[in-house]
């Protein structure tokens, strides 16, 4: 099973700013790695497919980035809906992993 | 307008079965490629996968879950149901159901297993 980690755990940015969020593969996954915004008591919404797109009506503040092992979530300026946790996922390979997700908190 | 729903007991006792059913609508899981997806959080826990059912019948499971699910489809009712053999606790989460890998999810639906 490929393992997903993420870092950091918590991250701790003021409104405005741009927060970087990073995932790593145990092996490679070339472009088959999402990521998903989970506000509190909502379901998952994906916002990154295929490493670097995104999906129908993300905002362009969010882009995804990295092939092969390495991946990026960047949040260009944090606006307060961002305040979540998000979290990658591989489906390169059966089982599909996520990671363990990194909060995203307000500074 | 891709929509997806999910329905079953809130309750189940430890070693019961769990059903759990996916009503969809706006795609047709009679469409070549495509799929829908079972995934559980437990609370305040990541996100796991726990099966994928294809257009064409083809399924995927958890390996450490394997022995326990069962996934079927009834594609001209646009519903998907998850089975899952005796119930543990720390089977206590909420179930999501997806379309493809995760493209659109489910509100979710919450389940306890305690006695």
């Known amino acids: 099973e490929i393992v997903m980690t993420q870092s950091p755990a918590t991250l701790s940015v003021s409104p405005g700013e741009r927060a970087t969020l990073s995932c790593r593969a145990s092996?490679?996954?070339?472009?088959?790695v999402g990521w998903l915004q989970q506000r509190p008591g909502q379901s998952p919404r994906l916002l990154i497919f295929?490493?670097?797109t995104r999906a129908t009506g993300i905002p362009a503040r969010f882009s995804g980035s990295g092939s092969g092992t390495e991946f990026t979530l960047t949040i260009s300026s944090l606006q307060s809906e961002d305040f979540a946790v998000y979290y990658c996922q591989q489906y390169d390979d059966w089982p599909y992993t996520f990671g363990q997700g990194t909060k995203l908190e307000i500074k | 307008q891709i929509t997806l729903k999910e329905s079953g007991p809130t309750l189940v006792k430890p070693t019961q079965t769990l059903t759990l059913t996916c009503m969809f609508s706006?795609?047709?899981?009679?469409?070549?490629?495509?799929?829908v997806g079972w995934i559980r959080q437990p609370p305040g826990k990541a996100l796991e996968w726990l099966a994928l059912i294809y257009w064409d019948d083809d399924k995927r499971y958890s390996p450490s879950l394997k022995s326990r699910l069962t996934v079927t489809k009834d594609s001209s009712k646009n519903q998907v149901v998850l089975t899952m053999t005796n119930v543990d606790p720390v089977d206590t989460g909420t179930y999501y159901c997806s379309h493809q890998s995760g493209t659109f999810w489910g509100q979710g639906t919450l389940v306890t297993v305690s006695s």
């Open positions: 295929g490493a670097s």
């Open positions: 092996q490679s996954v070339s472009s088959n």
């Open positions: 706006g795609f047709s899981l009679s469409t070549s490629g495509v799929h």
